[in-house]
């Protein structure tokens, strides 16, 4: 579903303020881009809509994270540091991020001045979305951070739970 809202709201967006109803859906960089994009489209982009048909996804990469918006290289990493860090993360993680891969098929049109739509094309689009969202709460203190030991924190479940779109790569 958020595929489908997202992707029809930047694409029928006329002015950058439309971009307001993502406004914690998106996260504020993301939003800040697409913002961004629509504010410098020409008036031929800006009278294009979209309809999206057919959704095939794929959950590729599920993580959990120490902090929001964290990004590791683990390819990179020296044996050592990916241990580390993995331990770390399963001791006290708090943030989990999922990468879905779209396929979908999509219809752009063009909006004419009198409220009619023209079909200018149908193509299957293939991307890649990290989602992000607190999957618990962690209750740590600073001695048993700065501890040699592995500690297993006290986790409280989020009830609240809302993913957040923080990324979108094309291929």
């Not at 999922?98 to 396929?103: A, C, G, Q, W």
């Not at 689009?125 to 501890?147: C, I, M, R, Y």
């Not at 924190?153 to 094309?170: H, K």
Request: charged share 25%.
């Amino acid at each position: 579903m958020a595929y489908k809202i997202i992707r029809h709201v930047v694409a029928n967006s006329r002015k950058a303020d439309d971009l307001d109803l993502l406004d914690g859906i998106v996260c504020p960089k993301l939003l800040q881009k697409m913002r961004d994009s629509v504010s410098s489209a020409s008036v031929t982009e800006r009278n294009l809509g979209l309809e999206v048909h057919d959704i095939y996804c794929e959950v590729i990469q599920p993580k959990i994270r120490l902090e929001a918006f964290e990004k590791m290289d683990e390819k990179s990493m020296s044996w050592k540091d990916a241990f580390e860090h993995r331990n770390r993360t399963l001791q006290r993680g708090e943030w989990m991020q999922i990468k879905v891969r779209f396929l979908a098929l999509e219809n752009v049109f063009l909006n004419a001045a009198s409220g009619s739509r023209t079909s200018i094309r149908s193509s299957m689009n293939p991307s890649t979305w990290t989602f992000q969202g607190k999957v618990w709460n962690v209750d740590t203190s600073a001695t048993q951070l700065d501890s040699e030991e592995p500690t297993f924190y006290p986790r409280v479940q989020n009830p609240d739970l809302s993913w957040q779109l923080i990324a979108i790569e094309y291929w």
